[in-house]
């Protein structure tokens, strides 16, 4: 109940707020990249995100198929986000540990623009969402989880964009954990439809532990409504020895 609670809050608070009336936009998703982008999908629009990831950590490959992002404007500047299970498949190189596969976690969750990017003004929005313990219990968490955050974007030229995110989750557990994160992701407009970025983030469980990650993509314009993208990442310090790549595409109607 708790949690019902936590999501209605957020309802209330996001659909409160004045919101702001953004031009037709270009296509822009919230994938490949980390950092969630300041921008909501304009009133009555649908966008789809969706694509696949593989990791590697030591003798450890997982293997994520679906990652699929349904976007929905309720009004101007306010985004309605579900995320649904995606496919895990989790297999090891040795007869040690049993290979495991199912269906992951599910979350709902809103996104609100709270000021619109002005020359050196950054367009700011906040960004949350509530985990549901829906999925396989081999692969998904078993517990509720609420996260929260603050997306920027800057404008620093026609063709080069700065993003950052600063954020939080809280894990409702028997015990409730948190953990936090920042990302930075600079953007950059190739032309011709194709776009990159180069990108760092940073997750802390108590700002004495860190796992810091950098990654780099490309996308690709090939119609209005559709763009397609890869990216190849890499862990640093304690967790150098993890690398993902991945690809996937958005639309939207």
Known sequence: MRHATILAAL???TTTLPATHAP???????????????LAVPAGGWQIEAGATITTLDALDTTEIGEVLVRHGLKPGTELRLVLPSFVDVSHDGD?????????????????????????????????????????????????????????????????GLGMNVGGEAVFADDTET?????????????AGFGAFVEGYTFTDGFDDFSSYVDAGLTYLIAPDWQVDARVGQGLGDVDDETFFGAGLVTRF
């Open 11 to 13: 309802v209330i608070a």
């Open 24 to 38: 037709a936009q270009d296509l822009v998703g919230d994938r490949p990249d980390f950092t969630e982008s300041a």
């Open 96 to 160: 040690q540990i049993d290979d495991v596969s199912g269906l992951g976690n599910a979350a709902i969750g809103l996104k609100q623009e709270l000021a619109r990017g002005d020359g050196s003004r950054p367009q700011v929005a906040m960004v949350g969402h509530v985990t549901l313990p829906v999925g396989d219990e081999d692969v998904a968490s078993d517990d509720t989880a609420v996260d929260l955050a603050l997306a920027l974007e800057w404008e620093l030229s026609p063709r080069v």
């Open 179 to 191: 953990r936090q994160w920042a990302s930075a992701a600079l953007g950059l407009d190739l032309g």
